[in-house]
């Protein structure tokens, strides 16, 4: 049987696609910028006066979505410095957040970290911080 030259050139370039496919993280995020706030944690946007914890988050009307976005789960990393203050804030892990809340009118970031979650992933010194962060 005969291989006709269209269909060795589609089978090369679905090769090709596949491979570049696996090479790319599904892990990447979305860039933005962090900020934190400070306990008390509630009463929030989503859940009334019901504690979450300490690693949650506010979101900012970039991701809120009416308050569709309380209750989901980000993975957030610190990329860099916003500002001269501190010029290497990141520790170089990662946290996941539960979001529990709207950031405020004016919020200056994408995300608005608890004061503990921020602590894990930068220097709270910095204040602000630029991100990656990604849905669960």
């Known amino acids: 049987m005969a291989v006709t030259m269209p269909r060795v050139i589609s089978a090369v ?3 090709m696609v596949t491979c570049l496919a696996t090479m790319v993280s599904p892990a990447m995020g ?3 910028t962090a900020t934190f706030y400070t306990p008390p944690y509630t009463p929030s946007a989503c859940f009334g006066n ?3 914890g300490t690693m949650i988050a506010a979101a900012s009307e970039v991701f809120w979505g009416g308050g569709a976005a309380c209750g989901d789960q980000y993975v957030v990393r610190c990329t860099g410095s916003t500002n001269q203050g501190v010029p290497h804030p990141c520790t170089g892990r990662s946290v996941t957040v539960k979001i529990a ?4 009118a ?3 970031g994408t995300i608005d970290l608890s004061q503990e979650a921020f602590a894990v992933i930068a220097d709270p010194d910095a204040g602000k911080i630029d991100i990656e962060y990604s849905r669960v």
């Open 13 to 15: 370039v679905l090769a």
């Open 30 to 32: 979305t860039s933005g």
């Open 50 to 52: 019901a504690a979450e």
């Open 101 to 104: 809340d709207l950031c405020p």
């Open 106 to 108: 004016g919020c200056r």
